[in-house]
């Protein structure tokens, strides 16, 4: 019976070292990855006295309704020179007269048309590579038909990124607040993507961007020779080409309120799942260095939580000890994310945060998990 006593209280001590542990790991992403973010100084305003010319590139296919509702609002940034690319790739509905009224319109839209092959697939890149080949200024500013510009300010804002001398850009797009708990997980885990790939670009370590709000010069595009490694992968135009091309003296960020890019977010589970199916897809293409220290912090957090929870329901005796790590993770977070939540206008959602971040965690390793074994073709 002594034995089997000593044997539990091991089993208990090996448990609750292992949640420690991992604690400590999470400590570690909170402080001194995401802390980055979160004591961040966002300039106030553009500086710049002379402004970059630029060419915004956006790739649609279907997207009327997007297109005149969003197109007219990129087409009247408050901005000297820029010129608007609109890539049609093989549209089927009315893209193309809806594009031949805008053009008459605005002297700065130039529309690239692809036409369907039928022996001939391609995919975004495709369209992104036709449509920087078409630009006609060294800076480019991407987005999405489906994605509306927070203000006219939009392209000073990262036309200004561009003024010491960088080669990416990274903004920031969020998903609109709509009720339902998809829209508030929507948000949260857009929230935590964001707050990962900006905070690593401050410290140095840029791994991706979101083409709904990126930027980066035609000439570094070429140097690195395109999509031309990952041109396999239906997506990762955007996180794949500056997880390639991204260095520690390169990259910025651009995150000020007027320069967001909103969208709407998906509205059934199915094709939220479908959306992250194929990001977590081009995720197994990051470099060795960036996927071993994105999963450690995936994987960390989802154990934590498991491993807690096996704890205590196998020594509910000591739950004041796993509760006790459980405080301690939840008040730096709370510290950590909510500066960042204000800063990227998603304040509301910290109520929710013990429960988002649980639903969160599992979420993304599992799809991670089943995406090694999905095959996509598509990007629309």
């Given amino acids: 019976m002594e034995i089997l006593n000593q044997m539990g ?3 208990f001590f090996l448990l609750s070292g292992i949640c420690g542990a991992l604690l400590v790991i999470q400590l570690y992403y909170l402080l001194f990855v995401y802390g980055k973010l979160a004591f961040f100084k966002i300039p106030p305003k553009p500086t710049n006295a002379f402004t970059l010319p630029l ?7 279907n997207e009327e309704e ?3 509702r969003n197109l007219p609002i990129v087409l009247n940034q408050d901005y000297p020179e820029f010129e608007v690319i609109l890539v049609n790739d093989y549209s089927e509905d009315d893209t193309k007269w809806l594009l031949k009224d805008l053009c008459a319109q605005h002297h700065n839209l130039k529309v690239v048309e692809i036409a369907e092959h039928v022996r001939l697939k391609h995919g975004k890149k495709f369209a992104v590579t036709l449509g ?7 800076h480019l500013v991407f987005t999405d038909a489906d994605c509306v510009p927070a203000s006219g300010q939009w392209l000073r804002h990262m036309a200004d990124a561009f003024t010491g001398g960088e080669e990416i850009v990274l903004g920031y797009s969020p998903y609109y607040k709509r009720p339902g708990f998809l829209n508030a997980l929507i948000r949260f885990e857009t929230f935590h993507t ?3 790939y900006l905070s690593y670009a401050l410290a140095g370590n840029a791994y991706m961007g979101v083409g709904r709000n990126l930027a980066y010069t035609k000439s570094l595009f070429f140097r690195g020779k395109g999509f031309a490694a990952h ?5 990762g135009d955007d996180d794949l080409m500056v997880n390639q091309n991204a260095t520690r003296h390169n990259t910025t960020v651009c995150i000020h309120p007027d320069a967001f890019v909103w969208s709407e977010p998906k509205t059934s589970f199915s094709a939220y799942f479908r959306q992250k199916t194929r990001h977590a897809g081009a995720s197994q293409a990051y470099r060795p260095t960036h996927r071993r220290m994105l999963a450690t912090q995936l994987v960390s957090a989802f154990l934590f939580y498991v491993t807690a929870a096996v704890t205590v329901v196998i020594y509910p005796m000591y739950w004041y000890v796993i509760l006790g790590f459980y405080i301690t993770r939840l008040s730096v977070q709370i510290a950590i994310y909510y500066p960042i939540m204000n800063k990227l206008q998603v304040k509301g ?6 429960v988002l971040d649980v639903l969160y965690y599992s979420y993304i390793c599992v799809n991670g998990f089943f995406a090694l074994f999905k095959k996509e073709v598509k990007w629309k």
């Fill in 9 to 11: 209280e091991f089993v």
């Fill in 55 to 61: 060419s915004v590139i956006i790739c649609a296919r």
């Fill in 66 to 68: 997007n297109l005149r």
């Fill in 132 to 138: 920087i080949k078409a630009a006609r200024y060294e």
């Fill in 194 to 196: 964001a707050m990962s």
């Fill in 231 to 235: 041109m396999h992968i239906p997506s």
């Fill in 349 to 354: 959602l910290i109520w929710g945060l013990p």
